[in-house]
């Protein structure tokens, strides 16, 4: 007579045969096994190698499609730490007198210029001449007239410019565009953009006109433009603007401290904007259509972002920005891919001349046209 025991032996048994049975179907069958990546790989030198220029070689140890091969710098003690930390090459480093000679070098593929807002147009026009493909930290210059020159530059040379939008890769960024293109939040009328926290040390670049071009606006105030853009999926036609600065001393003439602007669009819709250096916790986007709502707070941060619509949470997974940029610009440079959004100069210019035009706004006090 069979005992209990002797059943559940069995059963067991036969459970884990049909386990084993299935892993071994699973790992066998060819479609289900994640081959390595086996294109060509984007060799990137960073130029300036503050904090962010750091984030983005460590978050590019993770890419598959790109990889850090060399560095430009003007400080020769970070050059000699970076060459130890990333395994460099003394001829892929290069100091900013001498990287033009960059051009003579075939193990560099693209320069990230990653320096305060007033030396990418020179830079980048610089690494067009040498050659090689440049990708720009946005905002990509400190204004519309010079990122035309960059964007022509770069056509001149046939390299191409892109400018590290990291959000037009985001998973759950990408679920609201697809959204709204679904037509799941119908006719959409409003989009609200805050973008904040109050800075710190009042000597750095980014308080400083001659370097920054701006303030609040020029750093975070772009994540509101270019956010508006791509959630409407429109482009503005006109902007008023207004500036309040309630410490003169820190934020100087041609500063901007805190800025609230506003945005139409040929639909109808509306967007409503903050940016500011003096407001801590604003990292928040709102969309509101006749049939839904999408808000993603935070919003544009560096991880992870947070969002929900009317349907529920956004449970897309959670990313390392930059690492996803890297690998999804080396696919457009190689393979000429397009994305969702594009990266590209051109985009690059779109939100420099909404710049240009809130800026104009402020002083003027004028609802602002936009030229297509």
């Not at 940029?325 to 994305?339: G, L, S």
């Amino acid at each position: 007579m069979n005992t209990r025991r002797d059943f559940l032996q069995k059963m067991g048994a036969s459970v884990l045969m049909l386990k084993l049975g299935s892993i071994s179907a699973f790992a066998n069958a060819p479609d289900q096994i994640e081959q390595p990546y086996q294109g060509r790989v984007l060799r990137v030198a960073i130029m300036g190698l503050g904090g962010y220029g750091t984030r983005v070689a460590e978050a590019m140890k993770a890419c598959t499609k790109a990889k850090l091969v060399g560095v430009i710098s003007g400080t020769p003690s970070k050059i000699k730490e970076w060459q130890t930390k990333y395994n460099l090459p003394e001829k892929n480093c290069y100091h900013y007198e001498n990287f033009d000679e960059v051009k003579n070098n075939p193990d560099i593929d693209a320069i990230y210029v990653i320096t305060p807002n007033a030396l990418h147009h020179n830079q980048v026009i610089r690494v067009a001449k040498a050659g090689k493909h440049a990708i720009c930290e946005k905002p990509m210059a400190l204004n519309a007239k010079e990122g035309q020159e960059m964007v022509d530059a770069c056509k001149k040379a046939n390299v191409k410019l892109l400018v590290g939008y990291r959000m037009h890769f985001e998973p759950r960024t990408l679920e609201v565009i697809r959204m709204r293109n679904a037509g799941e939040f119908g006719k959409v009328m409003f989009f609200q953009g805050q973008c904040g926290f109050k800075i710190g040390d009042p000597s750095q670049w980014r308080l400083n006109k001659a370097l920054a071009g701006g303030g609040s606006m020029m750093d975070i105030g772009i994540y509101a433009i270019n956010g508006a853009r791509y959630m409407l999926g429109e482009e503005p036609v006109w902007v008023t603007a207004q500036e309040t600065k309630t410490d003169p001393v820190k934020f100087k003439e041609g500063v901007d401290e805190t800025i609230q602007f506003q945005l139409g669009f040929p639909s109808g819709a509306v967007a409503s904007c903050l940016s500011s250096y003096n407001i801590n916790y604003l990292d928040r986007f709102f969309m509101s259509g006749d049939r839904g709502f999408a808000e993603m707070q935070p919003s544009t941060g560096y991880g992870p972002i947070k969002g929900r619509t009317h349907k529920g949470e956004l449970t897309q997974p959670v990313t390392t920005h930059q690492t996803v940029q890297m690998d999804e610009m080396a696919t457009i440079i190689f393979e000429d891919k397009k994305p969702v959004v594009p990266v590209n100069g051109e985009e690059g210019l779109k939100d420099l001349k909404i710049i240009d035009a809130i800026y104009e706004a402020v002083k003027t006090g004028k609802k602002i046209k936009l030229m297509a």
